[in-house]
């Protein structure tokens, strides 16, 4: 029987390492910077000052997100390096990429300034019942070690898409009447074309899957792999990644980088990656329509108006 459904998520890689670029000398912008809004927002983002007791965290998790963050802030400049130099926007697209901080791995994106992200549904719970029973908030990284928090607003399993908000930041204390907003991707809108240049941003899991016995693997919490995009799987419906993702890619990933961006070389979002297909050994994932439908379906939620999405201020494409 195939096991090539969502199970294996991301699954072990057929080639050694990631594929790299040429480094790139830059100074990154923060991921997260703090504004004066023209209107105050509904319901404020939680400051917690750094170092301290953070909220929805064990003793064990605290310790386990505090080594991630030490391990980030200590690689950041290194990861930068391996940044394409033929496509700065994909500067962006790190900024605007989070991991999770707990065990488990997995990894998110930023597609609104004011701390909407997007990660795969199975990142919460494989079933309507995990999801009910688990946590709805989880603690996110960006790749300078700065921390958040997020929690589930939609849980959509067909599509295999969550849809969370930033409900808190760690950080020292803004100044008066600022508030924090976030480095985020535009949803790509035209047609990706099938072998077109892709690059994915994930967290590889630390456990080696290939390993017979218990053993870590070499990766860096944030890798960021060059592939193609390889069209939709023949059959699929875009809208239904329950079993398996619908979009294929060629771009290096391991377990850990379920909702990864995929990104073209403007550094749009054309897709999440989701899983991996271990009769062929393509890279699967959630494509942009899908992704297009939810936020359309949830426009009200997220405070968004009919007109004017999409732009360099609201970069959601709806």
Not at 180 to 208: H, T
Request: hydrophobic share 35%; proline share 8%; with cysteine.
């Amino acid at each position: 029987m195939s096991s090539s459904k969502r199970t294996l998520r991301s699954s072990k890689p057929p080639d050694p390492a990631p594929k790299t670029q040429p480094p790139v000398q830059t100074t990154s912008p923060a991921p997260i910077t703090f504004t004066v809004p023209l209107s105050l927002p509904t319901t404020p983002i939680k400051i917690h000052p750094p170092n301290t007791l953070l909220p929805s965290l064990n003793t064990k998790s605290l310790k386990l997100l505090r080594l991630k963050q030490k391990t980030l802030r200590a690689t950041s400049s290194s990861i930068l390096k391996t940044l394409p130099e033929s496509s700065p926007t994909i500067l962006t697209a790190l900024n605007s990429t989070l991991i999770f901080a707990q065990h488990e791995a997995g990894t998110a994106v930023l597609i609104h300034k004011d701390g909407w992200v997007l990660t795969c549904s199975h990142c919460f719970g494989d079933t309507l019942e995990e999801y009910e029973e688990d946590s709805k908030v989880r603690w996110l990284l960006f790749h300078d070690g700065k921390a958040v928090l997020a929690e589930c607003k939609v849980w959509d399993g067909v599509r295999d898409l969550a849809l969370l908000k930033i409900v808190a930041v760690e950080c020292e204390t803004p100044p008066l009447g600022k508030v924090p907003q976030f480095s985020c991707l535009e949803v790509r809108e035209n047609k990706i074309k099938v072998e077109e240049a892709v690059y994915c941003i994930g967290q590889p899991g630390a456990e080696d899957l290939e390993s017979s016995t218990a053993r870590k693997t070499k990766y860096n919490l944030f890798e960021v792999s060059s592939g193609s995009y390889r069209g939709l799987a023949k059959g699929s419906n875009p809208q239904d990644n329950s079993e398996i993702g619908s979009l294929m890619h060629d771009a290096w990933t391991y377990w850990g980088h379920s909702g990864a961006p995929i990104v073209d070389l403007d550094g749009k979002l054309v897709g999440l990656h989701s899983s991996w297909d271990d009769e062929t050994g393509m890279r699967r994932g959630i494509p942009g329509v899908a992704v297009v439908q939810l936020l359309k379906e949830n426009r009200g939620l997220m405070g968004l108006e009919e007109e004017g999405v999409g732009s360099r201020d609201d970069p959601v494409v709806v």
